[in-house]
């Protein structure tokens, strides 16, 4: 689609074109879902199945347990390993509220620190700093699409006798030093979001892990504390996955690899077409990382003037994340405020996320590109 803007004519690019993905898988799905509809077994059953055992052999882990949403999947690792009152949980400031969400819903207290200023990952050495003996665990978060320093980050945590979470939501299929990501700690919480590399067609999570013991319970609490029918060993709450969901999931995990790899593609061609770029700050892959390109986010000046000026060419632009955990109202019992965590918080400014999605054109990177010239 072509619109003029200021006499220049430009192409509309989404930010993210998740039709493209569901036209690729529903003759694919068409019978599984008919046969879920015909039977009426919505909850659970052997699509699910197949998918936890699936995703759980794609993820390097023993154990799969599908689950509502990601927020789900980290508050029901905490409650499994019995993180709550009495406990800080370690997290970084540039984060989706979510995260810090799960660990007030544990009933712990969220503690903060902040990330390094090339790859806005959870930074070690801050780590190091905001570590307190009542710190029972942390949580890295794989944002963007490449995993945090988790080898660095466990060593301080294995000190402080606290247990490493990972908050594997934007990182399905990416790796570090070879291993993936979700099988990096202690156990991981991921989110199956529609606009996640690996996304449902509605609200979806997991959890991964080799424990066993912290699968039957994170499978037991999501279930109304429940293993047997109507026999209740403990308060637990409603977070299963669906059979709908998981016959799209198992569709587009056999593409995963491919759409993630188009992703790559995509992002050398925006790192190639932007080099040199005067105002334009590029995005870093931290060494031993394998990025799957979740999110594409360069960093700019007068970056709200940029996101508007892109929106109105047509160019669908996003923000991760505008507003730093404790800068916003729903955490001002943190009692933090500005200048607590500055390289986040100059993130948060600077920070701008371009369209990407595994069926971008050369065409629409190159119309996202022209556009973002003009306006730096």
């Known amino acids: 689609m072509i619109k003029t803007t200021r006499g220049v004519a430009t192409r509309t690019v989404p930010f993210v074109d998740l039709a493209a993905q569901q036209a690729e898988i529903i003759d694919d799905i068409r019978d599984a879902v008919a ?5 009426a077994h919505f909850i659970g059953g052997p699509f699910v199945e197949a998918f936890e055992e ?3 052999a794609y993820s390097g882990v023993a154990h799969c347990v599908g689950v ?20 800080e949980v370690l997290l970084p400031a540039n984060t989706f509220i979510a995260t810090a969400e799960a ?9 903060l620190a902040d990330v390094d200023d090339d790859t806005l990952l959870l930074d070690a050495a801050s780590v190091e700093r905001a570590v307190t003996p009542d710190v029972t665990a942390v949580i890295p978060v794989h944002l963007y699409g490449q995993t945090a320093p988790v080898e660095a980050i466990t060593a301080i945590a294995d000190r402080a006798g606290a247990v490493v979470i990972e908050d594997a939501a934007q990182s399905q299929g990416a790796r570090r030093f070879g291993r993936p990501a979700g099988s990096l700690g202690r156990a ?14 509605g609200d979806a999570g997991a959890v991964l892990t080799d424990d066993g013991r912290i699968a039957d319970r994170v499978r037991r609490i999501a279930n109304h504390g429940s293993s047997v029918r109507y026999v209740h060993d403990e308060l ?12 799209v999931l198992r569709a587009k995990l056999t593409r995963l690899e491919r759409w993630n790899e188009a992703r790559r593609v995509a992002a050398r061609r925006y790192q190639e077409l932007l080099e040199g770029v005067d105002g334009v700050r590029l995005p870093v892959t931290l060494p031993g990382n394998e990025h799957i390109w979740h999110l594409f986010t360069i960093r700019v000046a007068e970056r709200d003037r940029v996101l508007a000026g892109l929106g109105d060419a047509g160019i669908g632009a996003a923000l991760h994340y505008p507003t730093p955990v404790h800068l916003t109202r729903a955490f001002r019992s943190l009692g933090l405020s500005r200048g607590d965590f500055p390289v986040t918080e100059r993130a948060a400014s600077e920070i701008l996320s371009l369209p990407m999605f595994p069926h971008i054109t050369e065409e629409q990177q190159i119309a996202v590109v022209d556009g973002l010239r003009r306006l730096v």
């Open 68 to 87: 509502g949403n990601g927020t789900d999947a980290l508050e029901l690792v905490l409650r499994a390993l019995d993180i709550g009152a009495g406990s």
């Open 236 to 247: 637990g709450f409603n977070s299963r996955l669906d059979s709908l969901q998981a016959i």
């Open 103 to 111: 660990v007030v819903r544990a009933g712990a207290r969220v503690r």
């Open 35 to 39: 046969e879920t509809l015909a039977n």
């Open 54 to 56: 699936e995703f759980a």
């Open 188 to 201: 991981a919480g991921t989110s199956f979001y529609p606009g996640k590399n690996l996304g449902a067609a």
